[in-house]
Antibody, heavy 121, light 107 residues
């Protein structure tokens, strides 16, 4: 069974940093692209970014709203995905979802339960 | 960036109704589109991908159509479990973008 479990959320002050983690299991993690998607309280979904697999050089893509502040990385040896968030703003307050991208058929096919990040003084 | 505009933003319907949600892209995305269903406090769930392919395990009352810039999600006969928020999602180009969502409420 595919499982994605996020952790690391919490309360952080504006300008601060936070690192989210996602533990993956039930599939060959190293084969897949992985995305982060966020959802501000009471709002819609916003794609944050993507990291490709080793075959595609672990290359990354980011939304304009986070580019230069957020960084996605992965550790295939531990089946872990990370989101390093720096220079956090109040607008970054959201539930952050770890998701799996199915390259073969082009879709986000699995989502974690999400972890809440609150940026507030 | 490709903007995805969903309509309506809220829809009131009764069990058994046929429901149609529209998603318009600001430029052509071919069929690089998915539809997701989200219930309160839960992660989204994929219903349709590549504009019209039904995800395994999703009831056949859900269907998707369209290509280019105009897409629709249709629920042929609304069931109690279908009251939720629905999002379209384009993945033709980066940054990937979602529509603003359509909340389907009980009439």
């Amino acid at each position: 069974e595919v499982q994605l479990v996020e952790s690391g959320g919490g309360l952080v002050q504006p300008g601060g940093s936070l690192r989210l983690s996602c533990a993956a299991s039930g599939f060959t993690f190293s084969d897949h692209y992985m995305d982060w998607v966020r959802q501000a309280p009471g709002k819609g979904l916003e794609w944050v970014g993507r990291i490709r697999n080793k075959a595609n050089s672990y290359s990354t893509e980011y939304a304009a709203s986070v580019k230069g502040r957020f960084s996605i990385s992965r550790d295939d040896s531990t089946n872990s995905l990370y989101l390093q968030m720096n220079s956090l703003k109040t607008d970054d307050t959201a539930v952050y979802f770890c998701t799996r991208w199915d390259v073969r058929v082009s879709k986000i096919d699995y989502w974690g339960q999400g972890t809440l990040v609150t940026v507030s003084s | 960036d490709i903007q995805m505009t969903q309509s309506p933003s809220t829809l009131s319907a009764s069990v058994g109704d046929r429901v149609t949600i529209t998603c318009r892209a600001s430029q052509s995305i071919s069929t690089w589109l998915a539809w997701y269903q989200q219930k309160p406090g839960k992660a989204p769930k994929v219903l349709i991908y590549m504009a019209s392919t039904l995800q395994g395990g999703v009831p056949s009352r859900f269907s998707g159509s369209g290509s280019g810039t105009e897409f629709t999600l249709t629920i042929s006969s609304l069931q109690p479990d279908d009251f939720a928020t629905y999002y379209c999602h384009q993945y033709e180009s980066y940054p990937l973008t979602f529509g603003g969502g359509t909340k389907v409420e009980i009439k």
